[in-house]
């Protein structure tokens, strides 16, 4: 019987059937007869998950332009459907064609998130795939990885055969067209591997031995073969309005996580907040033009039926014609009632008039994030917003009949005190005392405070910082629980356990690989999810495993350090990130390099191909 036969048969015992029909509206089916080259984009979480995410559905979308390259879309199973699948022995198989994934010529994982490893160690096993890169043979497929979890590969480098660095969209097709020529000489797997490192953006760890100190620490990369490149430079898109974007995205027959309509507007962020990973390695900034985005949003709601339009960027506000793009889609769509949504808003970025314009057709959520309590902190972290902005912002939402304000936070940054928690509170209180004045009363105010934990993150000021103790975690979060007491005031955290596990896996380096494997011979999936995270099965497998997690997490590195990802060039000087760690130190805030001077980055050395002097002094 063929997959696809047991499958449906399969289907109607299972909760949420549709994640694994793989016939939604826009979705792509081929003949299989003309096709050179089959790529399975996978995203390690449920469907729900990996469908809300913007990369895997321009990959998918870019791919299928060509008639010969078929990418098809593959997600975790979630633990009912994949019990049966053990059960009748079903391999895991791509959506659209119900093809087993070993019948691929590329399985391609996104790294969104690092709790999300064990879920790529199961869909292999799942797959029949060898888990280690060293054991698989022409028989199976190249597994390849991408995303920001990529710019520190070397968790997962013995089972990635390759990482795709920085934007895909730059280099796929390259990929594709060297494995086409590959294919026609009938070499080794091992052959195509040597190829395919030359490629600029692509990092083959097999291709590299890593000599470690007596300490454990790292001594140096070195390349196995001449012509293997020393670093590995990220790739990067020039022109937002040339580069290839969907219009006729998927539309899911369930709700998603992010159930809309998805409009980059641009990307990067040169804010400079020292905690953002994000905001360092997606640099330079790179705009598409309000004519280019007005077209592609006719038609994307032409093509997709949705009802909604969400403006994506790190931060949708820094626009630089936002005013203009908001005037000339909510025109465009009113008549229809198509929303528009505003996410990743700066505090100090949010005006009176862009509010009313946004809610004309339909109020949206607002959300802002001062990420520290005090002042001192946010400068400190470089987070260039004060208390006057946020009420000043809030005020004017409330003005305009916003009832609903999240607010998003950090503890354990950097030098965070008792006093810095206490401005947390504050903080949510002076909103609370802001809609009150407006409205005489505070019912139907909503103010919803979230906290997650600090995890020093690569290519950040603070990668060489450590993190708080889980004890610390968990006294900083029930003393904001009982500061956040109030009727008005929702407060959700982040597990502590999993900050912990995060930054293990944020910073470390190959030999938790042993530690993913034993994980999940323990049981580890869907780790990210609460029902299924159990943290005791991962400090066994550390201790099976010889391998100490605190030497990852609790240990403030020496700026000489080799770090694990600095095989990876994300276009980001260390020297400048030193400067920014000094900075911190003495709470000096550097400005957007976009109104005010060039602080020397880096990034002009990937983008330009020159330097620029940063005329600051620390």
């Given at each position: ?111 969104q ?13 799942l ?212 929303g ?42 470089n ?27 950090m ?32 019912r ?16 950040t000021?603070f ?76 400090l066994?497998?550390f ?56 602080h ?6 990937i ?12």
């Open positions: 019987m063929k997959i696809s036969q047991i499958v449906d048969e399969i289907l109607p015992r299972v909760s949420k059937p549709t994640r694994y029909l793989g016939n939604e509206y826009n979705s792509i089916h081929k003949d299989l007869t003309n096709i050179k080259t089959r790529i399975a984009l996978a995203f390690p979480d449920l469907y729900e998950v990996g469908m809300s995410h913007l990369g895997i559905k321009i990959l998918y979308h870019l791919l299928n332009k060509y008639d010969d390259i078929y990418a098809e879309r593959v997600f975790a199973p979630w633990v009912d459907f994949e019990e049966i699948m053990r059960e009748r022995q079903i391999p895991l198989f791509s959506l659209e064609s119900r093809t087993p994934l070993t019948s691929f010529d590329f399985l391609g994982f996104t790294l998130y690092e709790m999300s490893y064990t879920n790529i160690i199961n869909m292999l096993d797959a029949d795939i060898p888990l280690y890169s060293k054991e698989r043979t022409s028989e199976h497929p190249f597994v390849i990885a991408g995303g920001p979890c990529a710019f520190n590969p070397e968790p997962l480098a013995e089972m990635v055969d390759f990482f795709v660095i920085g934007e895909a969209e730059e280099v796929i097709l390259e990929i594709i067209e060297s494995y086409k020529k590959f294919k026609k000489t009938g070499k080794e797997r091992q052959a195509f591997l040597e190829e395919v490192s030359g490629i600029p953006g692509i990092y083959v760890p097999q291709m590299y031995d890593v000599v470690f100190n007596d300490d454990g620490t790292i001594n140096r990369y070195i390349p196995q073969k001449p012509g293997i490149p020393q670093k590995v430079k990220k790739r990067v898109i020039r022109d937002m309005d040339q580069v290839y974007y969907p219009t006729d995205f998927v539309v899911p027959y369930m709700n998603i996580v992010h159930d809309r309509a998805m409009l980059e507007i641009f990307r990067g962020c040169t804010h400079g907040c020292r905690f953002c990973q994000a905001g360092m390695i997606y640099r330079p900034v790179r705009e598409k033009s309000v004519n280019r985005l007005y077209e592609l949003a006719k038609e994307i709601i032409a093509s997709t039926g949705y009802d909604e339009i969400s403006l994506t960027s790190l931060s949708t506000s820094d626009y630089s014609d936002l005013k203009n793009l908001i005037k000339i889609l909510t025109e465009e769509f009113e008549t229809n009632k198509i528009i949504s505003l996410p990743s808003l700066r505090i100090d970025a949010f005006s009176l008039e862009l509010a009313n314009k946004v809610q004309e057709i339909r109020k949206t959520g607002l959300t802002f994030a001062p990420e520290a309590g005090t002042q001192r902190l946010r400068d400190v972290i987070k260039g917003v004060t208390r006057e902005d946020l009420l000043l912002s809030v005020s004017k939402a409330f003005r305009c009949g916003w009832n609903s304000v999240k607010l998003y936070f503890i354990g940054l950097p030098s965070e005190n008792q006093e810095d928690l206490e401005g947390i509170a504050s903080l949510a209180h002076d909103v609370i005392d802001v809609y009150k004045k407006i409205n005489g009363n505070t139907g105010l909503k103010v919803t405070v979230s906290t997650s934990t600090f995890v020093p993150k690569p290519f000021p990668q060489w910082e450590c993190q708080i103790s889980l004890d610390e975690i968990k006294n900083r979060q029930k003393i904001l629980k009982k500061l956040l007491k109030n009727r008005n005031i929702t407060y959700n955290w982040h597990e502590a356990k999993l900050s912990f596990l995060e930054a293990v896996f944020s910073r470390g380096d190959r030999r938790l690989g042993k530690v993913l494997e034993i994980a999940h011979k323990k049981g580890c999936k869907f780790d990210g999810w609460n029902e299924f995270f159990c943290f005791e099965k991962w066994e497998a201790k099976e495993a010889g391998v100490s997690p605190e030497f990852y997490i609790y240990r403030r590195r020496s700026l000489n350090e080799v770090l694990p990802w600095d095989i990876i060039d994300a276009g980001i000087d260390k020297q400048f990130l030193i400067r920014e760690l000094k900075k911190a130190k003495k709470g000096i805030v550097t400005p957007d390099c976009r109104v005010n001077n060039c020397a980055c880096g990034i002009k050395k983008v330009d191909g020159g330097f620029c002097e940063s005329k600051n002094e620390i």
